[in-house]
């Protein structure tokens, strides 16, 4: 039989069983759109962590006291001299300290954190600003009552203009501060401080005028690149065991490996959705060997004069089997369409969803393969038919 009539004939089977056969799309239509939005949330998923990393050094390195440490070893200045000094993968080394404070703005509050921060806390936190200056040595050795404000709390204070709080006077605890700047969102936080929701005072100032001497100051270092910070970490962490009297009452904490985390989650989300978009292709394709089971038997007297009339027995194997794959093809080609027009709305629904190539041609590929191998086992049952039962069929 020529590939052409063939061809004409499967058409003609499944024009005549049309509604049937819409009926058995269902859910390769269905698997194919969920095999695609599952990569384009993958992918959005994963875009998330970037840009929420983005603005992040991610051979930035946090190092903090434990909770229990003893009040006569909690890191100190004299710590991160002694890190810039000794730590060769270590590029820069900042101390800060942190606290609760509520903030005030001509009857407006604020309840955030304050950072009391050296200069170079700008550089190592990656910080860009939106307006303004960020406060300078100058600041800190004359404790001037100068403050850098997060993105969250000068938009708490200015609305829909966060920019226009350079110049203006805050309330940070019970004293005035002149804002000199407004840093870009960053959108991260470690160790439970958020530079958004923050007021950036100078150190100096912070110790003195805000927080006193009972704090816990937090040293930021920055390794050389990414690749030298397990190094920089292994060096900190001997470093402090000498100046802290062989007592490990710190922490080291890599942004680096949170980002890897982040991506590995996001990785490991996608899937599991995938498998789950495989699973409802698979009873799509369930579906798919019922119907072509009971059309089997349908033209069973069909087949037998097939037979009768020269067709070979490859020629009622292809046949059949060109039907179950034309129809997940055309199911797999509407899902992806259904899949592509469903992403854009995602947003309206809380997450991020970006539609790739990957994702149609995962789609298509499984639902193929789908009526191949749900189709092929009815194809074979079809054309190892005897002609004479075939005929005598009723």
């Known amino acids: 039989m020529k590939f052409k009539e063939l061809i004409k004939l499967v058409l003609l089977n499944i024009w005549g069983n049309r509604f049937r056969m819409m009926l058995t799309m269902l859910g390769i239509i269905v698997g194919s759109a969920t095999i695609l939005m599952v990569v384009a949330v993958g992918n959005g998923g994963q875009e998330s962590v970037n840009k929420q990393f983005a603005k992040l050094n991610v051979g930035t390195l946090y190092v903090m006291s434990d909770q229990g440490a003893d009040v006569r070893y909690l890191l100190s200045e004299d710590d991160a001299e002694a890190i810039k000094q000794g730590a060769a993968s270590v590029s820069?080394?900042?101390?800060?300290?942190?606290?609760?404070?509520?903030?005030?703005?001509?009857?407006?509050?604020?309840?955030?954190?304050?950072?009391?921060?050296?200069?170079?806390?700008?550089?190592?936190?990656?910080?860009?600003?939106?307006?303004?200056?960020?406060?300078?040595?100058?600041?800190?050795?004359?404790?001037?009552?100068?403050?850098?404000?997060?993105?969250?709390?000068?938009?708490?204070?200015?609305?829909?203009?966060?920019?226009?709080?350079?110049?203006?006077?805050?309330?940070?605890?019970?004293?005035?501060?002149?804002?000199?700047?407004?840093?870009?969102?960053?959108?991260?936080?470690?160790?439970?401080?958020?530079?958004?929701?923050?007021?950036?005072?100078?150190?100096?100032?912070?110790?003195?005028?805000?927080?006193?001497?009972?704090?816990?100051?937090?040293?930021?270092?920055?390794?050389?690149?990414?690749?030298?910070?397990p190094s920089a970490i292994r060096e900190i962490e001997s470093i402090l065991q000498k100046t802290h009297k062989g007592e490990m009452d710190f922490r080291v904490r890599d942004a680096g490996s949170r980002l890897a985390a982040a991506q590995d989650s996001a990785k490991t989300m996608t899937l599991l959705l995938t498998i789950v978009g495989t699973i409802v292709l698979v009873v799509g394709g369930i579906g798919i060997m019922n119907v072509m089971f009971v059309s089997v038997k349908e033209r069973t007297h069909e087949i037998g004069i097939l037979r009768a009339i020269g067709a070979e027995k490859q020629d009622i194997l292809l046949e059949f089997l060109l039907e179950s794959v034309i129809i997940s093809l055309v199911g797999g080609i509407t899902g992806t369409l259904l899949g592509s027009a469903l992403v854009p709305l995602s947003q309206y629904v809380?997450?991020?969803?970006?539609?790739?190539?990957?994702?149609?041609?995962?789609?298509?590929?499984?639902?193929?393969?789908?009526?191949?191998?749900?189709?092929?086992?009815?194809?074979?049952?079809?054309?190892?038919?005897?002609?004479?039962?075939?005929?005598?069929y009723e």
Do not use: H
């Open 92 to 229: 820069m080394v900042s101390t800060s300290v942190t606290g609760r404070i509520d903030l005030s703005y001509v009857g407006l509050k604020y309840s955030g954190s304050v950072i009391g921060a050296m200069v170079d806390y700008q550089a190592l936190n990656n910080i860009k600003l939106a307006s303004g200056n960020f406060f300078t040595e100058t600041d800190d050795e004359s404790r001037n009552k100068v403050a850098v404000l997060g993105w969250d709390v000068a938009e708490a204070f200015f609305g829909a203009n966060p920019e226009e709080a350079v110049n203006k006077t805050v309330i940070v605890g019970k004293r005035k501060f002149t804002v000199i700047g407004v840093i870009e969102r960053q959108g991260d936080s470690m160790g439970g401080v958020s530079n958004d929701e923050s007021v950036i005072v100078p150190y100096t100032v912070a110790e003195k005028y805000i927080l006193g001497n009972a704090t816990r100051p937090r040293i930021t270092a920055l390794a050389k690149d990414f690749a030298s910070v």
């Open 350 to 392: 809380g997450f991020e969803a970006i539609s790739s190539a990957k994702g149609v041609i995962l789609g298509l590929f499984f639902s193929v393969i789908t009526g191949t191998l749900f189709g092929y086992y009815p194809a074979t049952k079809a054309a190892s038919l005897s002609p004479l039962e075939a005929l005598r």
